[in-house]
Nanobody, 126 residues
Framework: QVQLVESGGGLVQAGGSLRLSCAASGRTFYDRPMGWFRQARGKEREFVASISWNGGETGYAESVKGRFTISRDNAKNTVYLQMNSLKVEDTAVYYC???????????????????WGLGTQVTVSS
């Protein structure tokens, strides 16, 4: 059974930092892009960041560029999202996802991701 399990969410004050982790089990995803998405209450799930199979390429939503950093450790089958300078508007449930295809590059398209975690709540207070 394939599972993606996010952890590291919580409550933090504006300006603070959190590091999210996403551990995969049941299969490996070393050969494809991984991504982070988020969904705020009442809004659609949106792209946050993506990383290529070997970590050589990354992509970010404009709203998080310069503040968030995505990384991966294929030996541990784990993806990370370091979030700095957090803002109240970053409050959301954050989801980890694995692309449906083994391929180079990154992807910002939600529909191209096949495997999803259950999410971890990030709440940023003012």
């Amino acid at each position: 059974q394939v599972q993606l399990v996010e952890s590291g969410g919580g409550l933090v004050q504006a300006g603070g930092s959190l590091r999210l982790s996403c551990a995969a089990s049941g299969r490996t995803f070393y050969d494809r892009p991984m991504g982070w998405f988020r969904q705020a209450r009442g809004k659609e799930r949106e792209f946050v960041a993506s990383i290529s199979w070997n970590g050589g390429e990354t992509g970010y939503a404009e709203s998080v560029k310069g503040r968030f950093t995505i990384s991966r450790d294929n030996a541990k089958n784990t993806v990370y999202l370091q979030m700095n300078s957090l803002k109240v508007e970053d409050t959301a449930v954050y989801y980890c996802a694995a692309h449906r295809n083994a391929m180079p590059g990154v992807s910002r398209e939600r529909d191209e991701y096949e495997y999803w975690g259950l999410g971890t709540q990030v709440t940023v207070s003012s």
